[in-house]
């Protein structure tokens, strides 16, 4: 069975501070895909990366960066130089691409990330 | 980018009632569409997955009875919240999978009170 762990329940930072959100993953497949959303108050998903399971290339999207790592099961995500805006709870998701179909998403249990002015 | 819009997006029905979420891929053909829900500060779960012209696959623990889906076509998913209840209240958030890659396109949620 497939699990997301997301352990960090809330963080707290002051705008400008550089924060990391973990995600540690579990899967039998050798195929599967990881993402990343945010959620803000409004509840509406807001997608910010999709990575499948052969590309270990970390990557950077403007202050956000995501990384990668197999051989510890995790797909961390860091925002530099944090904003207020980026106030929400972020999810991380696993997918298993179960004979290259769609499948449904195992979502971690999110974290509330509070960036405080 | 792909569009994927819910209606309505909140919801207040009396319990014992019946209520009726629709999901839209606006401007691409969905084989496949999930349902999801997600209680006041807790995580989204999958309840089922709805792929046109068949039956929905519910996940465990899910009451099929209870939670209707129809995917009569490839733009459009119904969920049925049958005899509400207070417990039902909840957000339920449909995605659709665009087929030609492997992207899901989430919809805004739909807000469900039962009094």
């Known amino acids: 069975a497939q699990k997301v762990t997301q352990a960090q329940t809330e963080i707290s930072v002051v705008e400008k501070e550089d924060v990391t959100l973990d995600c540690v993953y579990e899967t039998r497949d050798t195929t599967y895909y990881l993402f990343w959303y945010k959620q803000p108050p409004s509840g509406e998903l807001v997608f910010l990366i999709r990575?499948?399971?052969?590309?270990?290339q970390n990557e950077i999207s403007g202050r956000y960066s995501w990384n990668f790592q197999k051989s510890t099961s995790s797909f961390n995500f860091t925002i530099t130089a944090s904003q207020v805006v980026d106030s929400a709870v972020y999810f991380c998701?696993?997918?298993?691409?179960?004979?290259?179909?769609?499948?449904?998403?195992?979502f971690g249990k999110g974290t509330h990330l509070i960036i405080q002015p | 980018g792909a569009v994927v819009s819910q209606h309505p997006s909140w919801v207040i029905c009396k319990s014992g009632t019946s209520v009726k979420i629709e999901c839209r891929s606006l401007d691409f053909q969905a084989t496949t569409m999930f349902w999801y829900r997600q209680f006041p500060k807790q995580s989204l779960m999958l309840m089922a997955t709805s792929n046109e012209g068949s039956k929905a696959t519910y996940e465990q623990g899910v009451e099929k009875d209870k939670f209707l889906i129809n995917h009569a076509s490839l733009t459009l998913s119904t969920l049925t919240v049958t005899s509400a209840h207070p417990e039902d209240s909840s957000f339920y958030i449909c995605?659709?999978?665009?087929?030609?890659?492997?992207?899901?396109?989430f919809g805004p949620g739909t807000r469900l009170t039962v009094t």
């Open positions: 998701a696993l997918s298993e691409a179960l004979g290259g179909g769609a499948d449904g998403l195992t």
């Open positions: 990575r499948n399971s052969f590309d270990e």
């Open positions: 995605s659709a999978h665009l087929a030609i890659s492997y992207e899901q396109y």
